[in-house]
């Protein structure tokens, strides 16, 4: 196979994955983001949270919310758990990894906020943990997972949200991750602000 060869067929199976996450996800996408906005009428804020490039994925998110998205909006609360260096290396070094994200989620954490909680596979053990914190402040979580959902969705209340891309290719889980995360932007806005 050429390199050419190789880029088309990188094309070809995200647009296929697409297709297939276009014929299953839409409702629970407009559900996820029917939750986003209940929360954040309440006065709530949405934490979140991913590894690598999912961490990437939750500070798209949290940054396209605090400042905007397509149009000109005020600023909407979100917090990515993933951008302090020193919260997370002194968790890391006094406590576990496991723990960066649920020691953050246990004192920020409220009742009205939910956790974004992003995982191509949904076996991070460090989101899991994000997911019982969650859990014991009474959050709602919106899942964005992988594969076969991983632990992850094992430990998800009946309240919670899973969006899981139906893909074992980590690559193309990430790419619709992102597309997700434009679509719950995109229906924030139009619901909080008028339809443009």
Do not use: W
Request: hydrophobic share 40%; aromatic share 4%; charged share 20%.
């Amino acid at each position: 196979m050429t390199l050419h060869d190789r880029i088309i067929e990188s094309f070809t199976t995200s647009i296929e994955t697409k297709q297939q996450a276009m014929a299953s996800l839409p409702p629970i996408i407009e559900q996820a983001s029917e939750m986003m906005v209940h929360c954040l009428l309440s006065e709530g804020k949405i934490l979140s949270c991913g590894n690598g490039g999912s961490a990437g994925d939750a500070q798209h998110f949290s940054s396209e919310m605090l400042n905007r998205f397509e149009r000109e909006r005020p600023s909407l609360p979100a917090i990515a758990l993933t951008t302090d260096t020193s919260t997370l290396t002194s968790i890391a070094n006094d406590y576990s990894y496991n723990e960066v994200f649920s020691k953050q989620i246990r004192a920020l954490g409220q009742a009205q906020d939910i956790l974004l909680a992003i995982s191509t596979s949904g076996n991070s053990a460090n989101i899991v943990q994000a997911i019982q914190a969650a859990h014991d402040r009474e959050m709602h979580v919106i899942a964005l997972t992988g594969k076969e959902g991983g632990n992850m969705a094992s430990i998800l209340s009946a309240e919670d949200i899973e969006i899981r891309v139906p893909s074992y290719t980590t690559a193309r889980i990430q790419e619709v991750h992102l597309l997700v995360i434009h679509c719950l932007c995109d229906l924030i806005d139009q619901q909080l602000f008028g339809y443009e």
